[in-house]
T-cell receptor, first 114, second 115 residues
């Protein structure tokens, strides 16, 4: 089944404790992206990747890191999480790099930082 | 930069009513794409439709229809004969072919369909 998977789905952590949210897609998609969803703000892009080893900042990159060592994986790293990073996170992928391709979203990871 | 406005924060209707969700976008690009996504209570994001800026044809898919009007920069979504299963948050989004190819989302409209 074609899908984007994220792990974990739920995470409660404390300020400053490094964490990684994994994202994997099995559709051989070139473009991958991370978004965060906050009430009243819709979804905002954190980082994106056009292809392996090519990543760049989105709208709200502060406090996050990513890597794209393989085409299928695009982990999101929070080196020192803070409470303002409490949010719902979505990984997405699309077949091509053009904006016309719809992005397929993972199930979401709900992160709480205390 | 692009901007998407969904002025309706929450709409409540009774089953079988028709409902229209408004979406107004702003862009300086001549080539852009518009999308609607559905987020049911389970939380996932479900792609509904994509429209490019050169195609102003309205689209109908079952009980769903979309009205794209460049003259008013709007891309409205109508659900005919709403059902309880339509209860969800609906997001309108746009993207352009340059730069990050990011989706710019509106803030969403929560639709509640009462039985």
């Amino acid at each position: 089944e074609a899908q984007v998977t994220q792990n974990p789905r739920y995470l409660i952590t404390v300020t400053g404790k490094k964490l990684t949210v994994t994202c994997s897609q099995n559709m051989n998609h070139e473009y991958m992206s991370w978004y965060r969803q906050d009430p009243g703000l819709g979804l905002r892009q954190i980082y994106y990747s056009m292809n392996v080893e090519v990543t760049d900042k989105g709208d709200v990159p502060e406090g996050y890191k990513v890597s794209r060592k393989e085409k299928r994986n695009f982990p999101l790293i929070l080196e020192s999480p803070s409470p303002n990073q409490t949010s719902l996170y979505f990984c997405a992928s699309s077949l091509g790099r053009g904006a016309s391709y719809e992005q397929y979203f993972g199930p979401g990871t709900r992160l709480t930082v205390t | 930069a692009q901007k998407v406005t969904q002025a309706q924060t929450e709409i409540s209707v009774v089953e079988k009513e028709d409902v229209t969700l408004d979406c107004v976008y702003e862009t300086r690009d001549t080539t852009y794409y518009l999308f609607w996504y559905k987020q049911p209570p389970s939380g996932e994001l479900v792609f509904l439709i994509r429209r490019n800026s050169f195609d102003e044809q309205n689209e109908i898919s079952g009980r769903y229809s979309w009205n794209f009007q460049k003259s008013t920069s709007s891309f409205n979504f109508t659900i005919t004969a709403s059902q309880v299963v339509d209860s969800a948050v609906y997001f309108c989004a746009s993207s352009m072919d340059t730069g990050r190819r990011a989706l710019t989302f509106g803030s969403g409209t929560r639709l509640q369909v009462q039985p």
